[in-house]
Nanobody
């Protein structure tokens, strides 16, 4: 059973920054691509960013490009999402997920964390 645990969410003012972390179980982390998704109330789950197992392939949603940075530390079994210049529309529950390739489609992901709330006030 793969376990993913997110942390780092919270309340921040517009223009501020947060760094999300996702700790994964060791047996799968280094061989998996990892992704971040978000879901706001009443909306569908939305792709944010994904990173391949080596870190060599990284993709972002257009809405976060230039503001968010995904990275990973395979030695620590952790993937990060650095979020800068946050906007109220970034408010959502953020989820990390694991899959074989760096997909943007949430349906291609096999394992999910429980999510962490990010709230950006205006």
């Amino acid at each position: 059973q793969v376990q993913l645990v997110e942390s780092g969410g919270g309340l921040v003012q517009a223009g501020g920054s947060l760094r999300l972390s996702c700790a994964a179980s060791k047996r799968t982390f280094s061989s998996n691509s990892m992704g971040w998704f978000r879901q706001a109330p009443g909306k569908e789950r939305e792709f944010v960013a994904t990173i391949s197992w080596s870190g060599g392939n990284i993709y972002y949603a257009e809405s976060v490009k230039g503001r968010f940075t995904i990275s990973r530390d395979n030695a620590k079994n952790t993937v990060y999402l650095q979020m800068n210049s946050l906007k109220p529309e970034d408010t959502a529950v953020y989820y990390c997920a694991a899959t074989r390739r760096p997909y943007s489609d949430y349906r291609m992901y096999d394992y999910w964390g429980q999510g962490t709330q990010v709230t950006v006030s205006s």
